[in-house]
T-cell receptor, first 112, second 113 residues
C-alpha cells in the first residue's frame, strides 16, 4: 500500500506569514493533487501536477512536484484567514489511473 | 464544473439499524465512483471503488457485507451501512470520476446512537 505522509500535521500562523506543507512518499505516483477541505464539506481540488519537477502557481499558492514524482510541496505566501482549512495531497496510483491515495493531512489555522 | 451530490447530508440513527447514502453525479456520467470515510481530524480513507453494473472493489479491512455498495447507473451509487453501530459514526464522502478527474460530494455525516 502506498502511503503519503504530510508535514507538518498542524500549523497555526499569523496573517501575512509564509508557510510550506510537504507531502512525501517512498512510492512513485503518476500524478499528485492538492485539495483543501473545510469542516463538514467535501475536499475541493486546488491543483494537479503531473510532470516530475513541475511547478504550478495559483495566486499566492505555489505547488511543486518532485523530480522523482514521489513528493510534493505547497507553499503559501502571505497567508490569509481565508486560507484556513485542511490541506490534503493525494497521489494517483501508477497502475490505476482512477484511484487516489490521500495524504495524512495538514490542518492550517491562520489568525488575523 | 462537474457537480456531485450526496443525500442525506447528515443522519442520526439508532444502533442496529441500516442507513443508505446516495451519491449522484448531476451533470456528467461517472465511469467510476469511490466511497471514502473520514474520522474527525483525520484524512480520507478509501473504502471501495464502484463501477456501474459490477461488484464493488473493497479496500483491505473494509467489510463488504457491512458496507453494501450498489452502482445502478452511471450517475448513481449508494452505500448502505448495515446494522450500524456507534463506531460506524463518521463522515462519508463519495466521489465520481470521469476517468481523468474525481469530483467529490459534500459528504454525509452519520451519527449512530
Amino acid at each position: 500500500t502506498q502511503l503519503l505522509e504530510q508535514s507538518p500535521q498542524f500549523l497555526s500562523i499569523q496573517e501575512g506569514e509564509n508557510l510550506t506543507v510537504y507531502c512525501n512518499s517512498s512510492s512513485v505516483f503518476s500524478s499528485l493533487q492538492w485539495y483543501r477541505q473545510e469542516p463538514g464539506e467535501g475536499p475541493v481540488l486546488l491543483v494537479t501536477v503531473v510532470t516530475g519537477g513541475e511547478v504550478k502557481k495559483l495566486k499566492r499558492l505555489t505547488f511543486q512536484f518532485g523530480d522523482a514524482r514521489k513528493d510534493s510541496s505547497l507553499h503559501i505566501t502571505a497567508a490569509q484567514p481565508g486560507d484556513t482549512g485542511l490541506y490534503l495531497c493525494a497521489g494517483e496510483e501508477t497502475y490505476n489511473t482512477d484511484k487516489l491515495i490521500f495524504g495524512t493531512g495538514t490542518r492550517l489555522q491562520v489568525f488575523p | 464544473g462537474a457537480v456531485v451530490s450526496q443525500h442525506p447530508s447528515w443522519v442520526i440513527c439508532k444502533s442496529g439499524t441500516s442507513v443508505k447514502i446516495e451519491c449522484r453525479s448531476l451533470d456528467f456520467q461517472a465511469t467510476t465512483m469511490f466511497w471514502y470515510r473520514q474520522f474527525p481530524k483525520q484524512s480520507l480513507m478509501l473504502m471501495a471503488t464502484s463501477n456501474e453494473g459490477s461488484k464493488a472493489t473493497y479496500e483491505q479491512g473494509v467489510e463488504k457485507d457491512k458496507f453494501l455498495i450498489n452502482h445502478a447507473s452511471l450517475t448513481l451509487s449508494t452505500l448502505t451501512v448495515t446494522s450500524a453501530h456507534p463506531e460506524d459514526s463518521s463522515f462519508y464522502i463519495c466521489s465520481a470520476s470521469t476517468g481523468q478527474t474525481q469530483f467529490f460530494g459534500p459528504g454525509t455525516r452519520l451519527t449512530v446512537l
